[in-house]
Nanobody, 126 residues
Framework: QVQLVESGGGLVQVGGSLRLTCVAS????????MGWFRQAPGKEREFVAT????????HYADSGQGRFTISRDDAKKTLYLQINNLKPEDTAVYYC???????????????????WGKGTLVTVSS
């Protein structure tokens, strides 16, 4: 069992930056691929970024290429998402996710996720 708690969301102006953090409980964090998803108002939850075990492989949605950076610290059981040059369309609830079927599967969507956090809200003002 893995519990995930996100933090770091808030109100940011266009062009600003944020670092989202996800702290995991349990002893098996390092064995999971991890990822971030987001859900904007009135829209379905969508994939943002994923990172494999040991941080060897990362993959991003097209919307985040060049602006998002996902990383992990297995010793701290923590996942990060650095978001730069924020845009109004980045406004969403961001969810941390853990999956046992690999980062590649997670990048295909939510069916690759075993555990979800409750989310942290990012609001980008123009």
């Amino acid at each position: 069992q893995v519990q995930l708690v996100e933090s770091g969301g808030g109100l940011v102006q266009v062009g600003g930056s944020l670092r989202l953090t996800c702290v995991a409980s349990g002893r098996t964090f390092s064995t999971y691929a991890m990822g971030w998803f987001r859900q904007a108002p009135g829209k379905e939850r969508e994939f943002v970024a994923t990172i494999s075990t040991a941080g060897i492989f990362t993959h991003y949605a097209d919307s985040g290429q060049g602006r998002f950076t996902i990383s992990r610290d297995d010793a701290k059981k923590t996942l990060y998402l650095q978001i730069n040059n924020l845009k109004p369309e980045d406004t969403a609830v961001y969810y941390c996710a853990a999956g046992s079927r690999g980062a590649g599967t997670m990048s295909l969507g939510g069916h690759g996720v075993d555990y979800w956090g409750k989310g942290t809200l990012v609001t980008v003002s123009s």
